[in-house]
């Protein structure tokens, strides 16, 4: 490849454009990216060396920081290695709990992702209002947990305490005017504007066999026509006691993930109300002992669950000590952010550069962890 | 579709696994030796195991091995099958399974930064995520982040406000 007709840009580390502190560097000739290659790294913690020296409660309130739009997912997957590894068996109660604040988070997720890919073209009223619309989820996280953004409530055993019946009114009523007035609104500002369609249809293609290939998983596998849902394949929580369809695209396009990422919060609403209407009473927790004393046996387990953008994993292993002997950490965009900046970004116009990151759901802190 | 037990069964027939059990519903886990691992691993493919999770790296230090954990899943069988093998940790050096999946040059490159494990084969094996590291890779366990912190940075002394 002569490099010399081409021109070097840097996209990030620090960029509007750009889902968190990550760079892309490509070469491009007239407006189309002809090599990429991810720049990562800038973001790095050492998250997973840190949760080595704490003990095992102590890692609940760290492993939400993972990753800002998926705290509850990461506290859950983190508090699901744990009772896997020392075969604990949660109360029902706790059970649907989680599974309401997980799809609580979804949504906010879901809403969050779609204003932030109109950000990404330029529609910057429906990325306000998106962030609007995911500021009345954080209330009532504020309301049950008393933190906005990280929760800290799921935790190994349950839940931190019981959610009140009122807060399930709060959260029933919210849903009513999301599904009455919020939703409706991001249809008509963002699904039936011109600009947004013609700039997500046919951009960001990914198509099935380069999905399988990498491993990508949840809405951007599924836009490629198979419905593949770690809740139905493998549920945890309290999924396999709720009726719930998985909607699925065929085009393979930004516009089709957009689509699906609307849908799946209708069937997110759907899936809240069965759960407050049937959630029985009892516990919402077990009793572990001492927190700064819990133990597990030696052993292992890689634990997944359903976030908002698909798969997120956690290898986990336990040496019988106090604290965790190694925990790995993999975040849903790590196929897609590093490799996949190699293989599929080449062939994209620079303008859409942005919406290829966002509509995939690039997070860098979760493969930069 | 197999259940956990069939599959058992079935990697003990066609592969040579050293040790191979279920460790709950959906979570199988299988030891190979290193020098059949790829063939397992391309044979495992084959067979409806072709989604890889990502490459885990843990460092047994008291044995004085590296075990590299390959997380596979079949949409077909829903199961969790964990690869793994163990390599020497002072040699470090494994072969790269970058032909199988192409996606698995990065999290090679991953455990090369924090493990200081070669993968050989896999040409492109610069820093991911660290930038100039010349000391111990920082994930092996013989790396003290305190001692680290204490001869890199002075500490300074910090009176808050009054």
Request: hydrophobic content about 35%.
């Amino acid at each position: 490849m002569d490099k010399s007709k081409m021109t070097e840009m840097f996209f990030g580390p620090n960029h509007p454009g750009v889902p968190g502190n990550y760079g892309i560097n490509y070469y491009y000739e007239g407006d189309t990216v002809i090599e990429a290659e991810p720049n990562a790294g800038h973001l790095h913690r050492g998250f997973e060396k840190l949760m080595e020296e704490r003990e095992w409660i102590k890692n609940t309130p760290l492993v939400c920081r993972i990753c800002v739009m998926e705290p509850d997912i990461n506290e859950m997957v983190y508090a699901m290695g744990y009772e896997a590894i020392g075969e604990i068996e949660v109360p029902e109660r706790a059970k649907y709990i989680r599974s309401i604040i997980l799809e609580l988070a979804r949504i906010q997720a879901h809403i969050f992702s779609i204003g932030g890919n109109c950000g990404a073209i330029g529609l910057y009223t429906a990325m306000q209002w998106g962030v609007l619309a995911r500021d009345y989820i954080l209330d009532i996280f504020e309301e049950i947990t008393g933190g906005r953004v990280y929760h800290i409530y799921i935790r190994p055993g349950g839940v931190r305490h019981d959610i009140k019946d009122e807060t399930f009114k709060k959260i029933l009523d919210l849903l009513d005017d999301l599904e009455n007035n919020r939703l409706p609104d991001v249809q008509k500002l963002i699904f039936e504007n011109p600009t947004a369609q013609k700039r997500w249809k046919d951009t960001a293609i990914l198509n099935q066999e380069d999905a399988l290939r990498l491993g990508v998983t949840g809405p951007s596998l599924r836009a490629t026509g198979l419905d593949h849902d770690v809740r139905k394949l493998m549920p945890y929580g309290a999924y396999d006691k709720v009726d719930f369809d998985v909607p699925v695209g065929h085009n393979s396009d930004a516009w089709t993930r957009m689509k699906l990422k609307r849908d799946e919060i209708f069937q997110s609403i759907k899936i809240i109300r069965q759960l407050i209407n049937n959630i029985p009473d009892g516990p919402v927790t077990v009793d572990l002992g001492n927190a700064l004393k819990y133990k597990i046996p030696k052993g292992e387990a890689y634990v997944k669950v359903e976030s908002a953008r698909g798969e997120y994993g956690y290898y986990m292993v336990s040496d019988g000590g106090l604290k965790p002997y190694r925990v790995h950490v993999r975040g849903t965009s790590t196929p897609l952010g590093l490799y996949g900046v190699e293989a599929l970004l080449p062939g994209t116009r620079i303008e859409d550069v942005p919406v290829w990151a966002h509509s995939l759901g690039i997070c860098p802190p979760e493969f930069d962890r | 579709m197999r259940n956990e037990k069939e599959l058992i069964e079935f990697i003990k027939e066609k592969l040579n696994p050293l040790k191979i059990n279920k460790l709950r519903k959906n979570n199988v886990v299988v030891q190979l030796n290193n020098s059949e691992l790829v063939s397992g691993l391309n044979f495992l493919k084959s067979q409806s195991y072709s989604h890889l999770a990502t490459i885990s790296c843990v460092d047994w230090i008291e044995d004085n091995e590296f075990e590299l954990v390959y997380h596979l899943f079949s949409y077909q069988d829903k199961i969790n099958l964990s690869v793994k093998t163990r390599i020497d940790r002072e040699k470090s050096k494994f072969v790269t399974i970058k032909n199988l999946w192409k996606v698995a040059s990065y999290y090679e490159r991953d455990i090369h930064d924090f493990f200081g494990v070669e993968f050989e084969g896999n040409d492109n094996m610069e820093e991911l995520i660290l930038e100039n590291w010349n000391e111990l890779p920082p994930m092996r366990k013989d790396f003290k982040t305190r001692e680290y912190v204490d001869q890199k940075f002075d500490w300074r002394q910090y009176h808050g406000q009054e």
